[in-house]
């Protein structure tokens, strides 16, 4: 503890602001950044004034995570949205990866809405979540998860659907922050097999009878290589909320990388080849 105190007055002596700007990975606490975290990050980011939208409707960022970068705990990672009054048009997505010792930024991405890799993205009812599961591509290569959580789902009893979140694929790529994916997975679906709930404004008021089918994807790291990248396992599985066996056999596809270059930099991202696309390749599985 002396030691800490001793290097974190070093570090304010030199003129470096020690930060902290997320709670360890294996730590339940929300990864909402903090308010001097988003300060420190905008100045890095050279954005004015980067701060959360208030009552008054004053500050840019309308939500935000943090997260400690469990393959190297001094790094963090951080994203957040900004409004579109702010981005001169649509809302702009940031991901920022930062050197918590050194105050450095080490790599970043930014993209408005609706544009080709951004998240669709409702301000006013979604949420963030950094994922940090071990997504190791290549020997010094690791992937991260952006996790959008949409929050206009209806209860599962009243609608006939509710979907998950929808998880996105990025990796660094020297200064820069690279998307892996050319669409977001939806990683878990809840549908109504049998029984009707009665509901009144939305909430169910009886459930008795009511099953679900509950279906959870995953992502894992293949041990096939394809283009020194490690090829990417899509699985799928059915279960039923009532303890009744699925009769849906699991769902299992590989996605391999595909290097596509503009210039000397690589931009590629994870195909289902040769033509393969991984949405309808579900939603024929789930018509089954």
Known sequence: MIKIKICTALLI???????????????????RCGD??????????????????????KGSVLMGACRI????????????????TYAGGKPVLYIAMVDNKKNQ??????????????????????????DTARYDLAPGVRAFGIDVFKGDQDDPYCGAETIGH????????????????????????????????????????????????????TISISKNISDGFADLIIAGESTYSDGTPSPRKPFHSEMKYSH?????????????RPDGDLSGLIRAWRSE
Request: aromatic share 10%.
């Open 260 to 272: 596509h270059y503009i210039g000397n930099k690589d931009h590629g991202t994870y195909v289902i």
């Open 166 to 217: 929808t998880r996105y694929l990025y990796t660094k790529r020297g200064h820069e922050i690279g998307a892996l994916f050319d669409r977001g997975l939806t990683m878990s679906y809840r549908t109504r097999i049998k029984g009707n709930a009665k509901c009144r404004g939305g909430k169910p008021t009886t459930t008795q009878g009511v099953v679900f089918e509950d279906i959870k994807l």
């Open 36 to 57: 001097d975290v988003l300060s420190d990050i905008g100045k890095l980011l050279n954005i004015d004034d980067l701060a959360y939208r208030n009552k008054q409707g």
């Open 69 to 84: 970068w469990p393959y190297d705990e001094s790094i963090t990672i951080s994203t957040f949205l900004i409004d579109s």
């Open 105 to 130: 930024l080490l790599a970043q991405y930014s993209e408005a809405l609706g544009n080709h890799f951004a998240p669709d993205i409702d301000a006013g009812k979604d949420r963030l979540r950094i």
């Open 13 to 31: 002596a030199l003129g470096f602001s020690p930060l902290v700007y997320a709670q360890p990975s294996n730590t339940p606490e929300s990864q």
